[in-house]
């Protein structure tokens, strides 16, 4: 598989305290990469510093075999990256349609809806009055709407229930983009996705285990 993205020795510091450990990493190209972990772990840092939202105190960021580890977060959005935190994900004074028409492709976001019938009724409210799961369909279904070829994103179905859920994954899983998920569990449905789905579990900012989705207990 080509590397798309990769993390080597890759250290973070949040003032006195080092979130990442020296993490090596690699995201294949159009395959599912998912970073396991508990909070605590530094799989959103992981996220983040593949983002470059968050700058590396030590090693480096390799995007397609070049170092773009002094490259703003803006920059590499440009290259075509999309992150979606695991917080203030939409623009909350915007409507939904608005947040919507913002990410897609000349406005046209009838593919948000079709994903999320979900999303019709509540259109014309501001995104900043939907509920914490409401937040993260709209979220994701910006991210769906994106020309981004490398997708970045923190704990998707936060706040959905089962149903919902197991549809995001099935969405994220058929997506002609390569994705990164960070979770606190595998998700069931990767299992049995229709393409690879790569697993690195991280504890106390280090990778302790990376291998297929079939190999995770």
């Known amino acids: 598989?080509?590397?798309?993205?990769?993390?080597?020795?890759?250290r973070v510091?949040?003032?006195?305290?080092?979130a990442l450990h020296g993490v090596d990493l690699v995201v294949a190209e159009d395959a599912v990469t998912v970073l396991l972990g508990r909070n605590g772990s530094g799989r959103t840092t992981t996220?983040?510093?593949?983002?470059?939202?968050?700058r590396l105190s030590a090693g480096a960021v390799l995007w397609r075999g070049e170092d773009v580890t002094r490259l703003p977060a803006h920059a590499r959005a440009a290259r075509g990256l999309t992150l979606v935190p695991d917080r203030e994900a939409v623009f909350g004074t915007l409507t939904v349609a608005e947040n919507l028409r913002l990410a897609a492709r000349h406005g046209d976001f009838a593919p948000a809806l079709d994903a999320y019938q979900e999303l019709r009724p509540l259109l014309p409210r501001a995104a900043g009055t939907l509920s914490g799961?409401?937040?993260?369909?709209?979220?994701?279904?910006?991210?769906l709407l994106s020309p981004a070829?490398?997708?970045?994103?923190?704990?998707?179905?936060?706040?959905?229930?089962?149903?919902?859920a197991a549809r995001t994954y099935d969405l994220l899983a058929a997506l002609p983009a390569t994705v990164v998920l960070a979770e606190q569990e595998l998700p069931a449905s990767l299992r049995t996705a229709p393409r690879p789905v790569l697993v690195h579990e991280l504890r106390r900012g280090a990778v302790a285990f990376s291998g297929e989705a079939g190999e995770v207990r």
């Open 133 to 143: 799961g409401e937040q993260r369909i709209l979220a994701v279904a910006r991210a």
């Open 1 to 10: 598989m080509t590397a798309v993205l990769e993390l080597r020795a890759a």
């Open 13 to 18: 510091r949040y003032g006195p305290l080092e």
């Open 149 to 164: 070829r490398v997708l970045l994103l923190d704990e998707p179905a936060q706040g959905m229930s089962p149903t919902l």
């Open 47 to 54: 996220l983040r510093a593949l983002a470059g939202t968050v």
